[in-house]
């Protein structure tokens, strides 16, 4: 009984100290964007209350030119945590899965993909298990070809194989056709077709693969390819990868966003201004992002225009009231 308290408090620490973590990590992530906005609005507010930037600007120093080490400071920023702290990020997300995935569902997820092919895992109500294998996915609508079938029994016997020309995922069952059943010590079986009763989903399956915020930067591409040449969409991982390699200029672009609110503040009132102002913009490009991130993972506008908006957006405005409040 000492021994159950003690394992039982170590695997309860684990796990708290994982979710912390993943909780902290998320958490950064989440609020990066709002960290360089009100930090920025903060810096410049100071300057400006100072008397710094005026001071600066009789010296002949544009807006542009002190907002250059700003804007440079923020891509730095991004690019090392998408380059950096995304990799630790996404490797303490995936682990947290795996953990949760041990612990509350008792397994690991039916899918698995590689360059060897396509795996799944079923099982049936008594217990026995089929392992799937297929070179590729020959349509969207889940077509096998070829495919190869492994069937145990409960406990872990091999019982049978199948190799047949293709399969097909339909509602509630597979449909094998052109295949050979083989069976231990007996004769190979040819059949034109054969129905295997399943539990499994167009997506299901795809909601199997790795979540694009459990892989790192670095290894989104080759997923990305070995998706698209197994015959899966990579909508989203696609668009994951886009919106990363946005983040920088993202950043970049909130610096000028920010120097809107804060370079032309009165000392009254100016910063329940700033405040205001910086909540809507950060709300504003919430929403935007989402309605546009929600039109690319549709494929209604391409992946990269999703990705790319709020930044080409957050640029354009930055860029526009800049010149508006100080170059006339």
């Known amino acids: 009984m000492h021994l159950a308290k ?122 026995n298990q089929i392992i799937i294998h297929a070179g590729k996915v020959a349509s969207k609508h889940l077509v096998l070809d070829p495919v190869t079938l492994f069937f145990f029994d409960g406990s872990t016997q091999f019982t049978s194989r199948v190799d047949a020309q293709s399969a097909r995922l339909e509602k509630g069952d597979w449909l094998i056709e052109n295949g050979v059943r083989w069976l231990p010590n007996e004769p190979p079986q040819p059949f034109p077709a054969l129905r295997l009763a399943t539990t499994l989903t167009p997506r299901k399956i795809e909601e199997s693969f790795a979540s694009p915020d459990t892989m790192s930067f670095w290894d989104l591409p080759g997923f990305i390819d070995l998706l698209e040449l197994s015959g899966f969409p990579a909508q989203r991982h696609r668009l994951h990868f886009n919106v990363l390699l946005a983040r920088p200029f ?23 201004l700033m405040i205001i102002g910086g909540v809507i913009s950060g709300f504003l490009l919430y929403f935007l992002s989402d309605v546009v991130f929600a039109l690319g993972l549709s494929a209604k506008v391409p992946v990269i225009l999703a990705a790319w908006t709020p930044t080409g957006v957050s640029l354009i405005f930055g860029a526009s009231m800049l010149l508006h409040l100080e170059d006339g």
């Open 6 to 127: 003690t394992f039982s408090a170590y695997i309860a620490r684990q796990f708290f100290g994982w979710f912390c973590a993943v909780f902290a990590a998320m958490v950064i992530v989440t609020f990066l964007l709002d960290y360089i906005l009100f930090g920025t609005m903060l810096a410049f507010w100071r300057l400006t209350r100072n008397n710094e930037l005026v001071v600066a600007r009789a010296a002949g120093v544009s807006v542009w030119q002190f907002l250059t080490p700003a804007v440079l400071v923020a891509l730095l920023i991004g690019i090392v945590a998408v380059t950096v702290f995304n990799p630790i990020a996404s490797f303490t997300e995936r682990a947290y899965e795996k953990l949760e995935g041990h612990i509350l569902r008792q397994g690991s997820d039916p899918l698995s993909l590689s360059d060897a092919g396509l795996w799944l895992r079923q099982s049936d109500s008594q217990g």
């Open 250 to 272: 993202l950043l970049s672009a909130m610096v000028l966003v920010a120097a809107t609110f804060s370079l032309r503040m009165q000392r009254r009132g100016g910063a329940t």
